[in-house]
């Protein structure tokens, strides 16, 4: 499958964070190919017969580890240019959050994530162990808190996602 070039004109910027999706996941699979080309052995992979000589048997090899070796360098050459497509569109992306004000947002939601998943976590262990009934929950104001983050939330999310579908790059 090819894979869209990063430069392919003027688009929205959740275009390009598709693209960059689909360049991860192809990056993952190249990972996971070359880890199992480099772990294939002669061993397992040859059928040998009773007729071939030794000599035989070690071109084979030879073969064998040649053929692993391009491969292996055929997937790093692949692996080193997505990566430097996705870099290259990555950081044009945050020139564009720079100038249009949206990376302050993201790092805004990137905290507001973070305790809303403590405070979550707070309730989940309290609810485990039975030390932490509602009536704390309640009174500690968690509820409220935790809805306000959400609300802040989901209003920052929602104002990125508007910037990355009519921003163009």
Known sequence: MEIPKPNVGKMKVSEKLAIIRIQEGELTRLYELRDSIAKQSFKETAIRTEKETTKEVEKRQKEFLENKKSKVAECDKRTRQLTKDIVEVKNLINRKNVETGIDKKLAEIKYLRIELSK?????KRGRIFDSFDSDVFE??????????????????DNEIQKSNWSTEI
């Open 119 to 123: 405070l979550m976590n707070l309730i």
């Open 139 to 156: 009174e500690l104001g968690l509820a409220v808190k935790i809805k306000e983050l959400e609300e802040q939330k989901q209003k920052l």
